[in-house]
């Protein structure tokens, strides 16, 4: 008699399970994080261009109605800047809001949350813009101090999409607004102007860059 092999016993039995790929499993997640990216903001690139122009535009004319070299008074500069902003804000909110009226389940719960964020984020801000209005009658010192708190929201919100939708293009713009909205305040109510006519715009337009590359290659950017 023979006695029973043991590589029958092995091979004969049920099939081994293939080892986890965790780098697949990465890609996966990545891959599912870029699609659920795409179907919030479409082009992202768009978004950060016209927020980029906007910035440009708007502080430009503050800057320039600051310093002359605009032939436009502080609150003629304050209503363009407004004008721009809020263009930027009609545009972002149509584009957005065209592309997810398709979307159900997780994705959509993720939009509902990130743009409730960034409308609870400025109501505060308008709250704190009455107390900063009784505190001083400086026009552009209340202003430096206005728009510190503008783009604080903007940069911890740009920090939290990152977070929620592992988005480094959003992390980076994040940290960029942070370190912006230092330097501007550091500047004084004199060239806090200069530092957010600059350094804001470059940061959206570098934004732009950036998502144009990701979309072409969405694991790059992941």
Request: proline fraction near 3%.
């Given at each position: 008699?023979?006695?029973p ?7 004969g039995?049920?099939p081994?399970?293939?080892?986890l790929d ?8 990545n ?5 659920a990216?795409q ?7 768009v978004?950060?261009?016209?927020w980029?122009t ?5 502080y430009?004319?503050?800057h ?8 436009v008074g ?11 902003i809020?263009?930027?804000l009609?545009s972002?909110v149509?584009l ?5 009226r398709?979307i159900?389940g ?13 409308a609870l ?6 709250c ?5 209005g ?10 430096m101090?206005?728009?510190g708190?503008a ?10 999409g ?8 959003q ?6 607004f ?5 330097v501007?305040l550091?500047?004084?109510p004199?060239?806090?102007l ?5 350094l804001?715009?470059l940061?959206f337009?570098g934004?732009?860059v950036?998502?144009s ?9 992941a």
């Amino acid at each position: 008699m023979t006695s029973p092999s043991h590589d029958h016993s092995v091979s004969g039995g049920e099939p081994q399970e293939a080892p986890l790929d965790l780098h697949a499993a990465f890609r996966l997640v990545n891959d599912a994080e870029a699609k659920a990216r795409q179907e919030l903001y479409g082009n992202e690139a768009v978004i950060y261009v016209i927020w980029g122009t906007a910035w440009l535009l708007g502080y430009g004319t503050l800057h320039g109605s600051r310093f002359g070299w605009l032939p436009v008074g502080s609150g003629q500069g304050l209503a363009v800047h407004g004008g721009c902003i809020l263009a930027a804000l009609v545009s972002t909110v149509v584009l957005i809001s065209r592309r997810n009226r398709v979307i159900r389940g997780h994705s959509s719960y993720l939009g509902a949350l990130y743009g409730g964020g960034w409308a609870l984020g400025f109501l505060t801000m308008g709250c704190l813009g009455a107390v900063v209005g009784a505190m001083t009658a400086d026009f552009w010192l209340r202003s430096m101090a206005l728009n510190g708190i503008a783009i604080l929201i903007v940069g911890l919100m740009y920090l939290a999409g990152g977070a929620m939708f592992n988005d480094r293009n959003q992390a980076v713009l994040g940290v960029w607004f942070l370190v912006v909205n230092v330097v501007s305040l550091l500047a004084g109510p004199l060239h806090f102007l200069t530092v957010l006519a600059v350094l804001g715009p470059l940061g959206f337009f570098g934004a732009a860059v950036a998502g144009s590359i990701r979309r072409r290659s969405p694991r790059a950017g992941a």
